[in-house]
């Protein structure tokens, strides 16, 4: 019997206990494809690893998470996109919504509630 095929997950955050606790957190339940610490580095790495799903914060150097979705869905990029933020402004998670994210976890949260979203991002792109 084949094993079942495990989601293969980029990260995005330029904290990196916030990035280590993410990798922790995700290495059990999913492949962590690849991990970069600004919003240029993901849209790069989005392109060459084609993730099934993006993590990503919001405030990063070089490119915020808001604009490192836009290029990326303006490229045409099919990942599931996850925003993991210490942001709880209502505001933040419209805007999320509005550039497509599939998730929005806050930071506080990540250990019960990133695997969950990320699990109902990948049902939600099945056919």
């Not at 330029?14 to 993901?42: C, K, M, P, S, W």
């Not at 070089?62 to 993991?84: I, Q, T, W, Y």
């Amino acid at each position: 019997m084949e094993a079942e095929k495990r989601a293969r997950i980029l990260l995005a955050d330029d904290h990196a206990a916030a990035l280590a606790q993410a990798t922790r957190v995700l290495a059990e339940h999913f492949d962590i494809a690849g991990t970069v610490v600004n919003g240029q580095e993901l849209v790069d790495a989005a392109a060459r690893l084609d993730p099934d799903v993006i993590v990503t914060d919001i405030t990063m150097p070089v490119m915020d998470g808001f604009e490192a979705a836009r290029r990326l869905r303006d490229a045409g990029c099919h990942s599931r996109l996850v925003f993991l933020t210490v942001w709880e402004d209502p505001d933040f998670a419209r805007e999320a919504l509005r550039l497509g994210a599939d998730g929005y976890v806050v930071k506080a949260r990540l250990a019960v509630d990133l695997v969950p979203a990320i699990a109902a991002a990948l049902e939600r792109s099945e056919p």
